[in-house]
């Protein structure tokens, strides 16, 4: 059986190191694989070493499995795993280095051929969630290029498919692995496609150039549940925020009309009015009628079945008057005008999405414009802190701890915090409990320390959580597909119904 | 007719120095390609390293001069995005681009020029009339919407051609073509009907005007008081010499199909230079930006060039006129 | 030939010390693209023209009349050589002066269709440049009447255009253009050549009656001798842009010295009643970018000897006003 | 008069009766109407012209403010009473907005766009078109070199960069535009100045000493205007199609204030999933007024081709 | 044309040799926006083997129609509607196209006006000749590169052989309209119309070119009909003359006769007006008025707005063909004595 996937973004190299990016990422791991891997559930699970446990407070200890081979034919040794640790974070040119999963390493080494011990720095909870993201090459190829990766000179893995044929910017052609070590994929070839328009996708699902297509956009899912295809989804799991610039005291695009004496000259600085902005969303409505139920409401950064999110914080409900008097009490009563920005490109619907907050923002006594551009334009503009509300996502997280240090946290790039608090929101309580919770090995106590963190931020609003996003994957009958929280999707994951 | 070429060349070089100075400014005045590509999580640190990777640290000026130093070695530099260098990886899509707007242009002037015959020969027909109606609607009907409904049409409703991509390639001189084969042609003709649509529509109205202006010179009326056949003055008197604009109009309207191919390939998803610029464009992947405008350039003059060669072939007066 | 007194009457009326307009050695060479030779369209041309005088210049397709023309008129430049007006270069003009000794050469085109702008109505053809340059003293309607009367055309269609009007009444607007400025001197390139032959007559008579009402001096190039012969005092023989005989008309009918103004003698058209046997020279006109070497006459001339194939012949004076450049002049003079 | 007698003009020629000027331009306008497709067009081209202008008293809905619109009402199909007063006519979007009042408005920005920036790049490129085709070699070389260099970037090409380098908005929209078409033009004006300044016609204003400025603008402009006029129907229609296509490649208007283009942009996803009213009618209106001014501007080069008349 | 003088006209046959073409009562009419345009409007004449007509008259008189009605190629809007072509004793007005085409270029062949225009400047010499010829007959390329040769050679071209692979933007205008000669004269036509062939040429070149062509007719024997609107051309070159106003043939004879003795009060105003009839120096006999409008004629004789003789009757209705002698006829109620 031949199976035809078509995917939403085209990868950059098929190298395993080359870049920190999903759609690389996903692909890559059709090839390659690592010691442990997330399930689709994100639940960590043995890949390559069967077994792992933390020896010391930094040192972690990985039993390789026997027997497996690279797809030229070579073992995998302990040697294998070493140069790839050492390669990934070192890939010259990189533009987002995998670097990011292997800052707290100190050192990696193989005890024997077939255990590794990994040494880190200082103690590190969150080791074993790094430890799936670097995909473990053959020693023999450390040197290989980016080049020889895209040739299928160096796509030598371990894992469910070897290489046939990659042409860049149009698909990638792969065969079954026949010497897989773990279960075998239904599929004989596959080939992935890079179409990246959503309407395109749909049409090559409808028209039978695809079998599976991953990340339908809400307004097709109509036409594929109409037609003879299933459609699964993931988890909710990608948050969508509207970031505020609160950090200082004049901000662009938002000014009141008439305030009262004493009421902020930026307004976004007082709480009251951050949270007047969150309750006129209707959240519910966006799900509804933009997003075909893709999405789920959204008032922290993680949604609630992941490590750290707390029960306690629930989407906030629409509550037109309560924002009003909420403007009132901070001394807006008249209102305000903002214009708020968006990209159009990037996410699903974005610009739909910014025009309907706007709208709903109107409702409430505000005068909202909405601008969107294009991501390439827009993305910087935001690190120069040049919009004042804008509409922004942080990349699939797993955990709690890494959301709340990139957004909330205050900014300090130096040392790796707060680095996408684009609004320079500071709150030295919540900036404590995350540091601590980073040098807790104990998963209980992190958790509440995290829960803990999460109630403190998002009563503060230093950014509004709008929604947590789920990918729609649809195929045809024939074929069932376990969606991924993290996004990826896999060939392996596909099977064929008896 | 010798100094042509060399000024052309010189020309064309002019063209592009001129080009990359406007897309080194116009990138920087953009943003940084390096706050679009680095990883949301990456630090400081990370970031100087990129910059200086890329290059990005030194001032502008000095960027542009070193690149104007490697380029004259032959080196445009290596892609931010895809780590390789950026003129293999905007040659590696050319072929797909080249054969798409090839075949376009190929049903263009195979559709184009006998329709606008027919038009030229009986201006009255209703036939004729509809069919000029008909290149109305292909001058009108903006690409990327007769793409949509091209694929609701032919591959979603009727589900006679696949709608997307580039279907089985063969290698032939070392590149890989898809015309070669069935699968590959059927994949292409969506796409190269729609991209075709314009300049049939011109080819057909360049003709019928051609064919009209032609009837009326006195050298037909001649023609045909020697008492030669219709065939014979249509198909030599006449056709010979709405070549002459014809071929030239066609050779330069091929640079603009490329250009469009932006549209056509992103409905069609069509893995050409197309896409790749918007790509690229996105994130402010300079050196593919600069490789794929030399590249451009560099096609547009050669194809000049051909049509002079052309030109030079069908019309007499430019063959000699330059020696006299 | 029975009425000579025209003629006399206007010879010995005009005959001053200075000419009212003289080419000194004008040339003119229209560069070729692609390095082809240039092409020399009028080469060191030597001519005067006294007031009063009809000068009319006579030569075959392509011999550069028209270049000629032009250069006389201020239309364009010369390569080299000067114009002068009433003794005194144009080139050394400046500001009003120029403007002034400009208007004074006014210029009369072969194409009627073309020479005029159509676009424009006839009373703002005539009128701009008057009103440009304030010469109109009077109501502005009253002087487009009376310039339109002039010419024979009715002011009530001064409001028409171009394309509403006939050949000839489209000759006579160009004419009311250039005499609306009070020239002195007109030149004439062809004006009636692409006329209907009933017309033709009807033009070349206003032109008679414009010297006789207004003194005018014209350059009148045709490439019909029989047209000149009617009109000028003075005829001037062109070939491949040199002048090749010049000399009073009477003289130059009747005495031709050149072989090629013999040869156009020889075939000028004219009504026989009985059919006529040709005996044309032979041979083409040879192209002026690359005319031939020594007289440029001599591929076809029957009379050629082995030096005109070398040395191109000087125009001189073979008897009194006639200049004729012919190698045979030396030989026996 | 002496000579009025026996030449008088008018006696031959007075058969055409008309002793009052018909100015070329008025009976070019006479030859159009002979054209029953060109008329149509023209009058299709008028009536969404009036329709653009009146957008705001003829559409229900001010389709650009934002407090007019609701999610709420969004996808709702043609002839669907909206929760208010009226009636949407042609359906809704997604964002709620009612798609006729959309396309009228839509209409009033394609229209600007179009004709603004072929406007500005007529008055432009021909200017400098006229200037290199009168003024001397080293002005033609220098602004015809650039003018190639304009026409050898692809058109969508320079739009996207511009717009990526300017931002979006109607007005970066126009600039982009007239930065793509100027140079055709240039190229056009020159190409048919250098055959105007060629006849007699500018020799004899040139002989009456009438000043440079004088002779380009009365005399060379009025008679270039023909195909310059031509190509500007065209190029009209060339605009408001670039424009809709770089709004489908996402640059372009604001999004708040969408032309035909964005319109159709916007809908086309939800053409495949059946809503195709969001989508099909601004493409129908589009279309229309694209072909009305294809219909016009061909019927002009028919009767303005100098080759077509006597 | 009345039965008198249609009658009178054949019984002219008789004592004439047979005529290589007899036209009678052509009437050419365009059909334009403005109205039926009367280009040709019963027209009718004789041309005898070796015998060359002039057809003169001013632009637009309708000369070239009548050419092209001839041959069977007047272009829409303009159509043939009435009166016979008699060629070689055949009607041909009537034949269809595919049986004209065999006779054009064949027994009947035409020469144009411009020669830079009437050579199809992206084809060589030797191929618009050879395709003339096999068009016609069946015969090798060989063959018809020989017959092509001597053609050129005929009409005065030299290195004729060599100049068979050269296009026509390579000849000067005088060597041009002689290919269009040398075509023309391919297959020995009984019959030329030559449409102002030398009009757009220089005096000498005027002169090669009627020589060359006068030599042709007498070796040949062939009927001519001469086009021109060049009163001293036809003089020198024609045996008969027919003088064309608003088309109609107002008077026509033989060249002496209606040269020194005119009729029509047109033809002999043309004659005065050329300037070579004229003394130097003084003003010269015209015509007064415009060249009649074809689109909106007056009622009766179109001379008479122009005529000095017109009166009342020449108002009312045009007047009828009078014959003067059995070869010399004028339309006029005033003719000159
Ligand atoms: N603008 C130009 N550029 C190049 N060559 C030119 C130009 N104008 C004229 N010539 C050439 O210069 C020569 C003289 O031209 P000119 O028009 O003066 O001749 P002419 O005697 O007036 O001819 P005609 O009787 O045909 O009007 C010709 O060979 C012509 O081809
Ligand atoms: N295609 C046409 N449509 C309308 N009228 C035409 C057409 N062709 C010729 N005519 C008219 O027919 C009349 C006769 O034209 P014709 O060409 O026979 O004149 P001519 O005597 O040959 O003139 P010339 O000396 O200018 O060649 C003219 O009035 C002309 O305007
Ligand atoms: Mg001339
Ligand atoms: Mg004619
Ligand atoms: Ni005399």
Redo the contacts between chains.
Sequence with gaps: EDLSIALGSSITSLDPHFANNSPNKAVARHFFEALIAFDPDTNLVPALATSWKRISDTEWEFKLRPDVKFSDGSTLTADDVVVSFERAPAVPNSPSSLGLFTRSIAQVKAVDPSTVVIETKYPDPLLPHMVPEILIIPAELKDAETGDYNSGKSMVGTGPFVFQAYTPGDRLIMKRNENYWGDKPDWDKVTLRFITNEATRVAALLSGDADLIENVSPNLMDRVKGGNFSIVQSPPALPVYIGLDVGRDETPFVKAKSPDAGANTNPLRDKRVRQALSYGIDREAISEKLMQGTTAPAGQMLNSSLFGASPNVTAPKYDPEKAKQLLAEAGYKNGLTLTFHGPNDRLTNDSRVVQAIAQMWNRIGIEAKAEVMPWSVYFPQTGKREFSLYLISSGAISEMGTALNSVVVTHDPKNRRGVNNRGRYSNPEIDELVNTSFQTLDDDKRRAMLEKASELAFEEMPVIPLYFYSFSIASKKNIVYKPRMDQFTLAQGAKLTK | MNSQPLARLVQAFLVMLAMTVIVFIGIHLIGNPVDILISPEADQMERDRMMSTFGMDKPLWTQYGIFLMNALQGDLGTSFVYNLPAIDVVLSRLPATLELALVALLLAVVIGIPLGLYCGLRPDSPVSRFIMAFSILGFSLPGFWMGLILIMVFAVELGWLPSTGRGDTVEFLGVQWSFLTWNGLSHMLLPAINLAMFKLSMVLRLTRAGVTETLSTDYIKFARARGLSPQRIVGVHVLKNIMIPLVTIIGMEFGSTVAFAIVTETVFAWPGIGKLIIDSINVLDRPVIVAYLMIVVSLFVLLNFLVDLTYYALDPRARRGGRA | ???????AGEATRGIQPEPIIEARSLSLYYPMP???PSVRAVHEVDLEIQQGEVLGLVG??GCGKSSLA?IM???RQASSGEIRYRGRPLAGLTGKEK?QA??Q???V???PF?????????GEIIA??PR??GLIKTDESAFISEQM??V???P??????P???????RQ?I?IA??LA?NPSVLVCDEPVSAL???????I???F??LREQLGLTYLFIS?????V???ADRVAIMYLGRIVEQAP?REIFERPNHPYTQ??LA????????????????G??PSPSNPPKGCHFHP?CPKAMPICKEVMPKLEDIDTGHLSACHLNEKTG | MKMRNDTDAGNGAAAVAVVKGESPWRQSMQEFCESKTGVAGLIVFVIMVLAAIFASWIAPQDPYDLNQLDILNGNMPPGTVAAGSYTYLLGTDPQGRDIFSGILYGLRISLSVGVGSALFACVIGSLLGLIAAYAGPKVEAAIMRIVDLQLSFPSILVALMILAVLGKGIMNVVIALVLVEWAYYARVARASAMVERSRDYIAAVECLSIPRWRVIVRHLLPNCLPPLIVIATMQISRAIALEATLSFLGLGVPVTEPSLGLLIANGYTQMISGQYWICLYPGLALVAIIVAINLVGDQLRDILNPRNRK | MTDVSKHALNAQIPEQPPCTLDVRDLRTHYKTRAGVLKAVDGVSFKVRPGRILGLVGESGSGKSATGFSIMGLVDPPGAVVGGSVIFEGEDISAWPESRMRKLRGDRIAMIFQDPMMTLNPVLSIGTQMIETLLAHRKMSKEEAIERSVDALAQVGIPAARERLSAYPHEFSGGMRQRVAIAIALLHSPSLIIADEPTTALDVTIQAQILSEVQKLVRAKNMGVIWISHDLSVVSALADDIAVMYAGRIVEQGPVSRVLSYPAHPYTRGLISSVASNNPPGQRLKQIRGAPAQLMNLPRGCAFAPRCDYADAQCEEAPPGITHLDKQHQFRCFHPLR
């Design positions: 030939m029975q009425t000579e007194s025209f003629i692609k390095r082809a075959e397709s032009r008129a201020g239309v403007i400009k208007l050469i006014q210029m085109f072969q194409d073309a020479s005029l702008n159509p676009r424009m109505n006839v701009e440049a440009l340059f009367e002039r024979g055309l009715d009530a269609y001064r409001l028409r255009y394309h509403q009007f006939s050949g000839g009444q006579r160009g253009r250039a400025v209907d032959v009933s017309i033709q007559a009807q070349l008579n206003l008679m009656d490439h019909d001798l029989s047209v012969r009617h009109l008309a040869a156009l075939e000028m058209p004219r009504i026989v009643t009985r059919q006529r046997t040709f005996s044309p020279v032979e083409e006109l076809r």
